[in-house]
């Protein structure tokens, strides 16, 4: 069964720092997702990871992703308030067809 | 284009009661997958339908939950006799073709929170 861990769960930290959020998931996965979850709404897809060694990045965030290790990266440059909300990756298998399994998610907090 | 669209958005049911959630996909997609999400926890697969089939439900409880998508209308996540352990957050997401070949993104819905008193 594949399962997927992130760390930390619950992270706050104050404007203008930098952190990172980690993804590991126990077997050979074909896609890993990252998705952002604000309060009460939808799940937006923030990046696909491919490949190893993949790396994307869009504003502030970057990910990227280790198929040797199991592990994807979510990393966060000089942090600011709209960034908080809660950070999910998700890995899927080509021969699962349809079924996405997610992390725990990492609550963000970027206080002022 | 608007994107997924869940109803309602809360739904409050009484134990025993059957709740029905609602989720129109995206225009032009036939795909349909649901999830549930319990408080702190990721969400968790249940169920994806094609229009008029079932193709995956290995994440459905084998009682009470059932799923269609018609020729007509939108997708249904159908509880029986619903119990407190059913209050969750259920989202939809919905894709315009098979995901296992490509990589299609999935666009979610924003959900249904289903209360159980």
């Known amino acids: 069964e594949l399962k997927v861990e992130q760390n930390p769960l619950f992270l706050s930290m104050q404007e203008g720092k930098n952190y990172t959020i980690y993804c590991n998931y126990s077997t050979t996965s074909d896609r890993l997702y990252w998705y952002r979850q604000d309060p009460g709404k939808s799940l937006e897809s923030l990046f696909v990871l491919l490949s190893n060694g993949a790396v994307k990045q869009e504003g502030r965030l970057m990910a990227s992703l280790d198929t040797k290790a199991r592990l994807s990266t979510l990393h966060i440059t000089a942090a600011v308030h709209d960034l908080s909300a809660t950070y999910f990756c998700a890995v899927d298998m080509l021969t699962s067809g349809s079924r996405l399994t997610f992390g725990e998610g990492t609550q963000l907090t970027v206080n002022p | 284009n608007a994107g997924v669209m869940q109803n309602p958005r809360h739904l409050v049911r009484r134990r025993g009661q059957e709740a029905r959630l609602r989720c129109s996909p995206m225009k032009g997609h036939s795909h349909v997958y649901w999830y549930r999400q319990l408080p702190e926890e990721g969400l968790k697969f249940m169920v994806y339908l094609q229009k008029e089939n079932i193709i995956d439900e290995s994440g459905m409880p084998k009682e009470r939950f059932s799923a269609e998508f018609p020729k007509e209308g939108p997708s249904i996540l159908r509880i029986q006799q619903v119990v407190r352990g059913d209050s969750a957050a259920y989202f939809c997401?919905?894709?315009?073709?098979?995901?296992?070949?490509?990589?299609?993104?999935?666009?979610f819905g924003s959900g249904t929170q289903l209360s159980v008193l």
């Open positions: 997401a919905s894709s315009p073709r098979a995901r296992g070949t490509t990589n299609e993104k999935l666009f």
